[in-house]
């Protein structure tokens, strides 16, 4: 995390047994070279506490969370292809362009195509059994370990 007066890490909510969402973990962490993004697990409390506080489902795994500002009043939450847009803004350099040029695509639209991703992201990519580790050095940037 920053400093005391900055803002807090954005933080991603991914579901830890989903192959394609670990893939998205490992993408971020490779191209956060500031290293301003957390992350923690849609099946750990953590996710359950801070989703509750956004009246979203905790047991709903088909969705990826950007929480921002987290423990803050202005706390706010970013769900789908909205969350996408905003951890690649977040990466920034040429995948804030692409951030950008996303926004563009109307939002229906876009929560269509990530909805469907969803519903057979196991089917395509794969599942793991329990939620994986992260290499020693990007535990610190895990919540729910």
């Known amino acids: 995390m920053s400093r005391a007066t900055d803002a807090p890490?954005?933080?991603l909510l991914y579901d830890g047994v989903c192959a394609l969402c670990n893939r998205l973990v490992q993408f971020s962490l490779a191209r956060d070279v500031n290293r301003r993004l957390r992350f923690a697990s849609?099946?750990?409390?953590?996710?359950?506490?801070?989703l509750r506080r956004h009246g979203?489902?905790?047991?709903?795994?088909?969705?990826?969370?950007?929480?921002?500002d987290c423990g803050r009043a202005g706390e706010r939450i970013s769900v789908r292809s909205?969350?996408?847009?905003?951890?690649?803004r977040q990466i920034g350099g040429p995948w804030g362009v692409t951030a950008v040029l996303l926004r563009i695509i109307p939002k229906w639209f876009r929560d269509w195509?990530?909805?469907?991703?969803?519903?057979?992201?196991?089917?395509?990519?794969?599942r793991s059994e329990t939620c994986l580790l992260p290499?020693?050095?990007y535990r610190d940037r895990f919540l729910d370990l």
Request: charged share 25%; net charge neutral.
């Open 9 to 11: 890490s954005p933080i």
């Open 42 to 50: 849609l099946q750990g409390d953590f996710a359950a506490r801070v």
């Open 56 to 68: 979203l489902n905790p047991l709903d795994l088909d969705t990826l969370c950007l929480v921002e």
């Open 82 to 88: 909205d969350a996408v847009i905003s951890v690649l």
């Open 113 to 126: 195509g990530y909805k469907s991703m969803a519903r057979n992201r196991y089917r395509i990519f794969g």
């Open 135 to 137: 290499e020693a050095r």
